[in-house]
């Protein structure tokens, strides 16, 4: 089994095999995930702020909890002075990126999220990362302009039949071209999937891995499916529940697959492993890591899946457990922005030590 992990070849069939590893050759599995994460990404671990600045949402994703149909949850907005406030506070710790992540619908406005970018990048020192949706180029090129440096559209399934069965009225070649958009406008670009969906085998989890590797993106962000009850998947489960070492599975393969790419540990993972799940997964091939920075009183209304971790925490607490639990794993944290290391849009930052 060593001679086949040592001997890689980037395809959907060698993907799929990893994946079938068990123990006690899967610790191989790992452990190769792990050297190459440190060989490639060093020992620092980014922090980055997340900020979902708003739950209001036009799509009816069938999986997520604050899909336009879900009549339970309360809609919220922040204004433009309190997502300046949480990002400002954000580089005075050693978050040196913010990402504003919302629902899918200008909520703001596109101006007015562009405004926004340029507060930040005027106000703050952080690198911004956007993440609400599959949006027209114009409207992308039109936020770079504004200073956005980043861009993350998980694509969620590299399957078409099942991307339209779970994304009424949307495909998967939408999705493709929003991303190839943005590469092509010079933004570093972060996609990603969920891992057990409803009608996802295990062929369509190792293309996930390839599409990502096709894609060459700059950060790809991964984590289970976790059913929501007020969704019309809410009685279904995830196809991994009795064999949850699948998603950490998934993880190494994705970073053996992906050597340079910034792959956050998850929330997710702590949802499916409280306390320890995103630990273990830095050390399975993350090396970001995105503890929450929306102010506390909205927590509780951006809830794409139940259980999500540190609802009840401030920013505060959030940001001091990540650094806590990174420097518990002989990790050290990441200083400056942590751009992408490919090179075609910003030089790698030094990212040194502290
Ligand atoms: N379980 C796990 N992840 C989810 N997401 C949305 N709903 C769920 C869920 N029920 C993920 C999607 C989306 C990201 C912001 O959250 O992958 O892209």
């Given amino acids: 089994m060593e001679e086949t992990i040592t001997h890689i070849e980037y395809t959907v069939e060698t993907a799929q095999q990893l994946l079938t590893m068990e123990e006690p050759d899967v610790q191989m599995l790992y452990k190769l995930a792990d ?9 620092d671990v980014y922090i980055r702020g997340i900020i979902e600045f708003s739950n209001i949402c036009a ?18 907005t922040l204004s433009a002075d309190e997502i300046l406030e949480a990002a400002s506070v954000m580089a005075t710790g050693h978050q040196m990126t913010v990402v504003l992540q919302s629902g899918e619908t200008p909520a ?8 926004i970018i340029r507060r930040i990048k005027k106000e703050t020192p952080l690198a911004v990362t956007v993440s609400v949706g599959n949006r027209p180029r114009d409207t992308y090129r039109y936020w770079k302009e504004c200073g956005m440096d980043r861009y993350f559209l998980r694509f969620e399934t590299s399957d078409p039949g099942l991307f339209l069965r779970l994304h009424p009225g949307s495909t998967l070649q939408e999705r493709l071209s929003c991303l ?33 590797r096709e894609l ?11 059913p929501h009850p007020d969704t019309p998947l809410g009685e279904k489960k995830n196809t991994y529940d009795d064999n949850r070492e699948m998603f950490f599975k998934a993880l190494a393969v994705l970073r053996i697959f992906n050597p340079d790419a910034h792959i956050p540990a998850t929330t997710a993972y702590d949802a499916v492993f409280p306390g320890k799940g995103r630990d273990l997964a830095l050390q399975r091939g993350a090396n970001i890591f995105m503890p929450n920075n929306t102010p506390a009183c909205y927590r509780k209304d951006y809830l794409l899946y139940p259980d999500k971790p540190g609802v009840d925490d401030s920013a505060d607490q959030c940001l001091g457990s990540a650094v806590v639990r990174i420097r518990a794993l002989g990790r050290t944290v990441g200083k400056g922005p942590g751009h992408s290391i490919k090179g075609a849009c910003v030089a790698p930052s030094p990212g040194k030590a502290v």
């Fill in 35 to 43: 050297t190459t994460r440190r060989e490639h990404m060093g020992d």
């Fill in 108 to 115: 703001l406005g596109d101006e007015a999220l562009g405004a």
């Fill in 59 to 76: 799509n009816n994703c069938l999986y997520c909890g604050i899909r336009a149909g879900n009549g339970k949850v309360t809609r919220y």
């Fill in 216 to 226: 060459d993106l700059d950060m790809i962000g991964i984590g289970p499916f976790i």
């Fill in 180 to 212: 190839a958009d943005l590469q092509d406008l010079g933004v570093q670009t972060g996609s990603g999937f969920m891992i057990g969906l409803p009608g996802e085998t295990l062929h369509i989890l190792a293309q996930n891995i390839l599409l990502c």
